[in-house]
């Protein structure tokens, strides 16, 4: 099996159009067509449905795609790392992380690496701490920053904590449960809880702390944007990071709920797996964000002090 052959058939996928893939590639669109066909003949299967919208993969093409990018991305680390060791620092570092890592300690650990690496390319996405640890598996993240979740398994990923972080209870302006002091008053409310299903999520761990059942779902959203637009626009009620709850662009639109019990404590931390923890790239962004972090935490020390 042809290396070229594979790299082909993903690109095929990726763009969904054998004229774009081929032409991304440097063939010509008969040429790549011949490869494909060579490799649905080597592996005997059919890989791919042609129509005229474009390319598709089959049950079979889906399995091999996955692997082949995988396997392709893995390759392409590898040719930047062996250039890095040899002190040629350029290539690509892929970072996914909440939006809170995003608005306080990206900025700068972006600006400090990009001056001491400006041959660099950095990806960043942004997404909530679920999404982060499917990428980071599947190796389309090389880094993911967030609250450190709990049951990591031992030995798949390296985490090191960056620095604490409350999430608060927040609602609306004007919401008729602004003002509750105890969170058993909220056990009714209308949550909305951040995470692929009702079964995890902030606010059954903020319940769960203070010795109080999980309150019932009303909405499941996977991103920040979703969960703002909820909360803004009618009765309900969740969880988000103090600093863009206080933060000018939403606090003229929000009210933190004083609840005695306080906020939900994490740690915001970040994430890499196991195998990627000796890259050079990778060890030189997190003292960038170690750098930051602690900058950050500093300034916070200067404010309340």
């Known amino acids: ?26 063939l010509s669109q008969p040429a790549l067509s011949k490869m494909l066909r060579e490799l649905e003949v080597e592996l005997g299967a059919s890989l791919v449905v042609r129509s005229t919208r474009g390319v598709i993969p089959t049950a079979q093409g ?19 790392e062996i250039g890095q060791l040899g002190g040629r620092m350029v290539g690509e570092l892929s970072i996914a992380a909440v939006p809170l890592a995003v608005m306080l300690v990206l900025p700068e650990a972006v600006r400090t690496f ?48 960056l ?3 409350d ?7 004007g919401h008729p449960q602004a003002r509750c002091t105890r969170l058993a008053e909220l056990s009714e409310a209308r949550w909305v809880y951040t995470g692929l299903s009702g079964a995890t999520g902030y606010a059954r761990e903020l319940f769960s702390r203070n010795g109080l059942p999980p309150p019932p779902v009303a909405a499941t959203v996977n991103s920040t944007l979703a969960l703002l637009a909820l909360l803004g626009s009618g009765d309900f009620i969740g969880l ?31 994430m890499v797996r196991e195998e990627m923890a000796m890259s050079v790239m990778v060890r030189h962004f997190l003292s960038h964000l170690h750098r930051a972090a602690h900058h950050l935490g500093g300034m916070a020390s200067t404010v309340t002090s």
Do not use: C, W
């Not at 889906?62 to 930047?80: G, I, N, P, W």
């Not at 997404?127 to 880094?143: C, N, P, S, T």
């Not at 206080?246 to 404590?265: A, I, M, N």
């Open 240 to 270: 988000m990071p103090a600093p863009l709850a206080r933060h000018p662009v939403t606090s003229s639109y929000f009210d933190v709920v004083p609840l005695q019990e306080g906020p939900l404590r994490l740690t915001l931390g970040v």
């Open 114 to 161: 990009s001056q001491q690496f400006p041959e660099m390319r950095l990806r960043i996405s942004e997404e909530l701490y679920i999404a982060q640890l499917a990428y980071l598996r599947k190796g389309e993240a090389d880094v993911a920053i967030g609250p450190i979740p709990e049951g990591l398994a031992q030995g798949e990923y390296l985490v090191e904590p």
């Open 62 to 80: 889906k399995v091999l795609y996955e692997r082949a990018s995988a396997a392709d991305r893995e390759l392409t680390r590898a040719v930047e």
């Open 167 to 173: 999430m608060v209870v927040a609602v609306r302006k």
């Open 163 to 165: 620095l604490p972080i």
């Open 1 to 26: 099996m042809k290396l070229s052959a594979l790299q082909a058939f993903v690109a095929a996928i990726n763009d969904g159009s054998l004229r774009k893939a081929a032409a991304r590639l440097g």
